[in-house]
């Protein structure tokens, strides 16, 4: 069967399952694409500040070479990171991730966060002092308004944003000239952003999970929890219909309409997240059961940003985001 898709604003379909390939390591990222796209996959997720790029590129140059897929039948994602947000700077940095991923136009560009650090070659500038990230003083909206400059160029067909709260996709909606097609974030059920994303729906923009299965670098810290992937009700749902636990968080996310991009470089784990998930339903109780573990419970709370105006989740944020002019 074909992976369903998710259609976007923009008129262009969007493959319902992609391949992420944060924390990829670049020796084995071309190897996991390629398998990727013998399984069936043609959705990648990629960004600058993964430093992989140009491995995703030469697996999928050597595919398209082959003759197995073409350019229009994948849909390649990349992202702008913090250090590129000054306007003058978008276009080279989306220009960089077009050369290293070898392609001529990117299927969606995403603003990977609403802050801006400091310019400059260092993608992680930091006080010495305090270990916290170095910002400049740059509106997300100037950036936007450079990447709206990307899809009349030709660029890119479709831009979006990463890590935005309500407050900011709602100001983005006010004034952008082109609105966002889709909004990446993390998204599991310890943290279901419910609130979050029936904005987006209400506004036709399309949602990506990140992390849906919750994450092995970054250790929850409720005490008490189980990992994602270990937690009892999972388990048991998983049972129950003689599933993974990470089928499960996968079907329970595409079955309310949020892409996912699971990442893997395990052939199998690759094939499983992209076959075994759309051949049966989780029923309303086994649903209702999985909500209930919302506890805003954030794996990625990106504290070196902490301080920033543009900060989308720090504790009290939401009050500074109001006090920024619109």
């Given at each position: ?27 084995v ?13 043609r ?27 073409t ?33 001529d136009y990117?299927d ?8 801006a ?59 952008a ?5 889709m ?30 299965l ?23 749902v ?32 690759m ?39 543009h ?13 920024v002019?619109?």
């Amino acid at each position: 069967m074909s992976t369903p898709s998710f259609l976007l604003s923009s008129g262009r379909n969007m493959p319902m399952v992609g391949l992420g390939t944060w924390r990829s390591p670049p020796e084995v990222v071309a190897q996991a694409v390629k398998d990727a796209i013998d399984i069936g996959y043609r959705h990648f997720d990629c960004a600058h500040i993964y430093g992989n790029e140009l491995h995703v590129g030469v697996a999928i140059r050597e595919k398209i070479q082959e003759g197995l897929v073409t350019r229009d039948e994948l849909f390649i994602t990349s992202k702008l990171w913090n250090t590129f947000h000054k306007p003058e700077l978008v276009r080279a940095a989306c220009e960089t991730s077009l050369r290293n991923l070898g392609i001529d136009y990117l299927d969606l560009y995403l603003m990977h966060w609403p802050m801006a650090y400091k310019s400059g070659d260092n993608l992680y500038p930091t006080c010495p002092d305090t270990g916290k990230a170095v910002f400049e003083d740059i509106d997300y909206l100037d950036t936007w308004k450079a990447m709206e400059d990307l899809v009349d160029s030709g660029l890119v067909n479709a831009i979006g944003v990463s890590n935005f709260n309500e407050k900011q996709i709602n100001r983005l909606l006010c004034l952008a000239k082109l609105k966002p097609v889709m909004l990446q974030i993390e998204c599991h059920p310890y943290l279901r952003q419910k609130s979050l994303i029936t904005l987006c729906y209400d506004n036709a923009i399309g949602v990506t999970a990140y992390s849906s299965l919750g994450s092995g670098h970054t250790p929850y810290e409720k005490p008490g929890s189980y990992p994602l992937l270990q937690n009892p009700i999972i388990v048991s749902v998983a049972e129950k219909y003689g599933r993974t636990p990470a089928q499960v968080l996968l079907r329970y996310q595409t079955q309310s309409g949020i892409i996912v991009i699971p990442r893997s470089v395990s052939k199998q784990h690759m094939h499983d997240n992209f076959k075994r998930i759309w051949d049966f339903q989780l029923a309303i109780d086994d649903v209702k059961a999985i909500d209930g573990l919302d506890c805003n419970g954030r794996f990625m709370t990106m504290k070196a940003a902490y301080g920033h105006p543009h900060h989308p989740f720090e504790p009290g944020q939401n009050s500074q985001e109001q006090n920024v002019s619109l």
